[in-house]
């Protein structure tokens, strides 16, 4: 590996240096050269400031979890465990016979039938009729029961979901976040086994992503970055949202496939130099290069994206694959028409570019809580387009 640009690494070490965050590691892969930056440390404070942030570095991956748990579900597509536009509620009788609310806005037992059953493709397009619902407490009941439902164990959690009407028909609109959930309920009674068990058997295992997981060892603690959030009551100064002795250092009571797993930019680019590969890495098929096809390429309609409720605009040049945002026209430096991937709650991201042979990773733990100033908008493609030109 050789060190990349000094534009890329002058950005990095602006963010640190500026006190938004202890560290970061950018890798941007082309062509079958690795280049690594790894600036700062793990933490401000504690055991982690003395530890350099590096390519082996884990860190919470929030939503760049959504990809992996996609392209698990697919290795049962392939098996044909499951089928794409089969009901899942042979697998899942929580989401039989749903109701959906009349006006997505009004009481929740203002309701009519779904007009169909929700599929597989439905949950990896996120079209399953429910998701985020963004709207202020007290003001539109469906969101409230939404924010309700609470950290159960995955059995318990499905209950309560499915008991609640969908604010839309399945297939009507894009909806954020909980679909990839419920994929990790279905691929867990589909295998018979916990949503960990499988991914580490059907993903994980296969492409030796050993730090990516729900929960970290503890002789891996000390790899483990802090997580920091903004506080509103110091100008926007960061936070401990959570240490290394937190959360993921025991087992989880819900699995989230939609922002629970753990991993690094090294296994990051191993799973996307599968993708990359066509379902293949070192002699190893994973998926299926028609399954690779799948979820890369744009499912959603001009009207699914026009009613999606997501940031303003945001369609205008991405649609959605299977677990992830597909570009679908370029409006600035960076990933052009055809690269893949997304973003995390905690700072990660992650975009394939075919058209120029890149994969860019990018790790932080810097909570963004509507706090937009990350990497993708700082300018960071920019400079990751510049080190490999």
């Not at 082309?30 to 884990?58: K, Q, Y």
């Not at 493709?121 to 539109?140: F, I, K, Q, S, W």
């Not at 303003?312 to 990933?335: E, I, K, L, N």
């Amino acid at each position: 590996m050789r060190c990349v640009t000094a534009r890329l690494r002058a950005l990095l070490q602006h963010e640190v240096d500026t006190g938004f965050v202890p560290g970061m590691v950018a890798l941007v892969a082309r062509r079958g050269e690795v280049h690594v930056e790894a600036v700062g440390n793990l933490a401000f404070d504690g055991a982690g400031a003395g530890t350099p942030m590096a390519a082996d570095t884990i860190c919470r991956m929030g939503s760049t979890s959504k990809p992996v748990v996609a392209a698990c579900a697919m290795t049962l597509v392939d098996d044909g465990t499951l089928g794409l536009d089969d009901p899942v509620d042979r697998l899942l009788p929580e989401l039989a016979d749903m109701t959906v609310l009349a006006d997505p806005a009004g009481p929740l037992d203002d309701v009519v039938a779904a007009d169909r059953p929700i599929t597989l493709r439905h949950l990896l397009t996120y079209t399953l009729g429910t998701g985020m619902v963004p709207a202020e407490p007290g003001t539109v009941p469906i969101a409230d029961a939404l924010a309700a439902v609470g950290e159960l164990p995955p059995d318990a959690w499905l209950r309560q979901l499915g008991a609640l009407p969908l604010p839309h028909q399945p297939g009507e609109r894009w909806m954020y976040d909980t679909a990839a959930n419920v994929t990790g309920v279905l691929i867990a009674r589909a295998t018979g086994r916990t949503f960990g068990e499988a991914l580490r058997e059907r993903i994980c295992g296969p492409l030796g992503m050993r730090d990516t997981g729900f929960v970290v060892e503890p002789g891996s603690l000390d790899r483990l970055a802090t997580a920091y959030e903004r506080d509103n009551d110091t100008n926007g100064a960061p936070v401990v949202e959570d240490r290394p002795d937190g959360r993921w250092s025991r087992p989880q009571v819900f699995e989230s496939g939609g922002g629970g797993l753990v991993s690094t930019a090294l296994d990051y680019l191993t799973f996307a130099s599968m993708l990359r590969g066509g379902g293949t890495l070192n002699g190893e098929r994973v998926l299926s290069e028609a399954s690779v096809a799948l979820m890369t390429t744009d499912h959603l309609t001009p009207q699914q994206k026009t009613v999606s409720g997501f940031w303003s605009g945001y369609f205008d040049d991405m649609g959605w694959g299977f677990g992830m945002a597909v570009v679908t026209r370029r409006t600035r430096p960076g990933p052009s028409p055809g690269s893949y991937g997304w973003p995390g709650f905690y700072g990660t991201v992650w975009y394939t570019d075919p058209a120029e042979d890149t994969t860019t990773v990018v790790m932080m733990q810097r909570a963004h809580s509507g706090d937009q100033r990350l990497p993708l908008w700082a300018g960071l493609w920019a400079a990751a387009y510049d080190a490999t030109g």
